[in-house]
């Protein structure tokens, strides 16, 4: 064993933000949706189609501001695409949720076959093609003028692509916007009390379809950021899971702007230590079980949500259709 | 004009509706095969050769049949009790693990005679456990079964993983498997079944789990249509209050609604497990747990309405793979694209052309006569 020095411990924290990135971004999306009283399982699908869509446009035009805006979009009509059906058919949300999950799984895979020929993967993407890192100002003075702090920030807070910085500013932007806007506080009143936006003369159905869509926004950027940020190219599943977990961290922050940022972290640096613990030795006990390291997340959100540490409440409202009086 | 209040002839409801919601659903599908340039036509006229052009096909569309009549009643049993099991997966899989323990420890001790029916009652006993927890969580703790049933299919598949890694795995295997069961567990195949009356099948894994997956449906038509505990589970699904106001405990039906889920889902296990692997493999499941809600709202939550639509999805499962040597284009992922928009447009878009059938209706019968009774 050697030791665990403070190198190591800014190793892990760069890793844990670059793996919590997509899963604030896409808790920041299922916030909007949710206080908006629409369940959104179908963040997984989201991730997956526009991590789809922004690497295939990087790859025809290899340009990441195209891409992104690809990701965007697709983002963006899936989101109407279940709105359309809970909304304006008063289907049932959760299973919305799973058919564009299902449908993304499916899609991504054919069209990818259909396009580039490779099993599904797209083409690996050059420097030019991606958000490649930033150096923040000043990382390298800063961190040869104050040793701890200043490693810090080279090691941690610089170094990153630009969508990493942009999912931290969402969650400044969700928390503002929710808490600080009138458009925010009639979303979380529709997530609450529909009826009473009814009565106010506000539509229920334009606020719940602008919310989704700045859902699909979020998520689409969480997607770009998986395919031509994070990795160079798109892998078939490689959302593994993951809007599962930022929507297990969105519980976690009680459908919260911060808290769920937290929630993201925490799961994010679980995964991070995950890979490092891989044949980590307890003495006494003997190797530390991987698995129930990557399981946890779900397991501390199925505890939560018992109730057993603190009490998540959901939006009132969420999970019914609003239908209106006439 | 509401028209969800007005009535329309169950003929209209239960059979037209969903048909129309189907052929959408296809056609939909057929877009995206001229999309990605293949004739969608063609593509049905080798899906149904690959699917009953022998007896090999059927025998390869029945065994996943039998898989999804197994979870497409799990999802249906749920959602009469208005609970939605997304855990069928996870369920199956824990049930794979129950079966796998019951025969790792007994397939050398008990009488053959036993040990089927013993593998059959751990995979409904591990599979309603699974689902114990959740529908426990609901009932008790008020967190809502959806999101949990989701949570426990990871953590399923996290355990199952460190099991078949770390204890179950035979010393000196590379693979993550369990040792291979006695052949005194195995579940006969159609082949073998078939030879016993002197007729001769090609062998497929079709097994005799085909038998109780029918058996299944005979019980869940019962169950929910036939006995006090069917009409408790229906009650308490229309209406919590109307439930507790007729004496039944809203608490109770959750529970025993999702043990009989988990433990119909368990039943994969039965058909994957004890009919063909014989022994635990790593993601045997296959997504089959999710199919079956496909299954479910297409069969209207109805045993011969699953029965039916588990058949569809098991040509589309077998032509699809056989579709996949014509057409290298078209993979198993077309069928998961199917099944998403046979989600989307049966499910979540259900309601989508009932407006339009009403008017439609009202058109050749006059509203008076409707609406008055």
């Known amino acids: 064993m050697g030791g665990f020095g403070l190198v190591d411990l800014f190793a892990v924290l760069d890793a844990t933000i670059r793996v919590s990135t ?24 989201k991730l997956l189609a526009t991590a789809f869509a922004a690497a295939s446009v990087a790859a ?59 099993g599904g993967q797209t083409p690996s993407l050059g420097s030019e093609s991606r958000f490649m890192p930033i150096e923040l100002p000043g990382a390298d003075a800063f961190a040869e003028a104050v040793p701890g702090l200043g490693q810090f920030y080279k090691d941690v807070v610089s170094g990153h692509n630009l969508l990493v910085y942009v999912a931290f500013f969402c969650v400044f932007i969700t928390w503002w916007v929710i808490y600080r806007t009138r458009f925010g506080l009639r979303v979380r009143a529709v997530g609450e009390n529909p009826l009473a936006i009814d009565t106010a003369g506000l539509s229920v159905s334009r606020l719940r379809y602008s919310s989704l869509a700045i ?18 190219s798109f892998v078939r599943e490689m959302s593994a899971g993951q809007g599962y977990i930022a929507l297990a961290a969105m519980i976690f922050g009680k459908w919260r702007p911060v808290p769920a940022m937290f929630a993201c972290l925490m799961f994010g640096f679980l995964d991070a230590i995950a890979i490092r613990l891989q044949g980590f030795v307890i003495p006494g006990y003997g190797e530390v079980p991987v698995q129930l390291i990557q399981a946890l997340p779900y397991i501390l959100t199925v505890v939560l949500l018992a109730g057993f540490i603190g009490k998540a409440i959901a939006p009132k409202a969420i999970g019914v259709p609003f239908v209106k009086e006439r | ?50 699917a009953f052009g022998s007896d090999y096909a059927i025998g390869y569309t ?20 208005s609970l939605f099991n997304i855990g069928g997966e996870g369920q199956a899989y824990i049930a794979g693990l129950g079966v796998g323990l019951a025969f790792l420890a007994l397939d050398s001790i008990l009488p053959p005679i036993l040990l089927i029916p013993v593998g059959i009652l751990a995979a409904a006993l591990f599979g309603a456990a699974w689902a114990f927890i959740p529908a426990w ?35 000196g295997q590379m693979s993550p498997e369990s040792r291979e069961f006695a052949p005194e567990s195995w579940l006969p195949q159609m082949h073998q ?68 889920s988990g433990a119909l889902a368990g039943f994969v296990a039965v058909n994957e497990i004890m009919g063909v692997h014989h022994k635990i493999i790593n993601n045997f499941t296959a997504g089959y747990g999710f199919t079956g809600i496909a299954v479910s709202l297409m069969g209207r939550n109805h045993p011969v309405g699953i029965v ?31 099944q998403g928009l046979i989600i989307l447009f049966s499910g979540a878009l259900a309601l989508m052309l009932r407006p339009w059938i009403v008017r439609l209706y009202l058109k050749v019968r006059p509203v008076s006569a409707v609406v008055d009774h």
């Open chain 2, 308 to 338: 039916m639509a588990s058949l569809l999805f098991g040509v589309l499962y077998q032509g699809g793979a056989e579709l996949n040597f014509e057409i290298p284009k078209i993979t198993r992922e077309m069928v998961v694209a199917i």
């Open chain 2, 193 to 260: 079944v078939f030879a016993w009356f002197g007729i001769k099948i090609t062998r497929t894994p079709l097994n005799l789990s085909i038998v109780l997956a029918l058996l299944s449906c005979v019980f869940v038509w019962v169950y929910v249509w036939r006995t006090r505990w069917g009409f408790e589970l229906r009650t308490a699904g229309q209406s919590e209050a109307a439930a507790v106001y007729a004496g039944i405990k809203p608490k109770s039906v959750v529970i025993s609604a999702m043990c009989i």
């Open chain 1, 60 to 118: 025809w035009t290899a340009n990441p501001w195209l891409s992104l805006f690809a990701g965007v979009a697709v983002g963006i009509v899936l989101a109407l695409v279940h709105g359309f059906a809970c909304i304006t058919h008063r289907g049932n949300q959760v299973v919305s949720g799973l058919a564009i999950n299902i449908l993304a799984s499916g899609l991504t895979v054919v069209l990818g076959i259909s396009w580039f020929q490779a």
């Open chain 2, 62 to 81: 029945l065994y996943y049949t039998t898989n999804f009549i197994f979870t497409g009643l799990a999802v249906a049993i749920a959602f009469h009790a």
């Open chain 2, 1 to 50: 004009m509401n028209t969800a209040a007005i009535p329309l002839p169950a003929w209209l409801e239960v059979i037209v509706i969903p048909i129309l919601n189907i052929i959408m659903a296809l056609i939909a599908s057929g877009l995206i095969m001229l999309a990605i340039g293949v004739n969608p036509l063609e593509a049905v006229g080798i899906m149904i050769e690959g």
């Open chain 2, 137 to 171: 969580l609901q009932a008790y703790r008020g967190s809502h079964v959806v999101i949990t049933t989701i949570m426990f299919n990871f953590i399923a598949s996290a355990l199952m993983v460190y099991l078949l890694v770390n204890v179950l795995r035979e010393t």
């Open chain 1, 215 to 232: 859902c699909g926004l979020l998520a689409g950027i969480a997607g770009t950021y998986l395919s031509i940020a994070q990795n160079a």
């Open chain 1, 22 to 45: 997509p899963l604030i971004l896409c808790a920041m999306a299922g916030i909007f949706s949710e206080r908006s009283g629409i369940i959104d399982i179908s963040l997984e699908g």
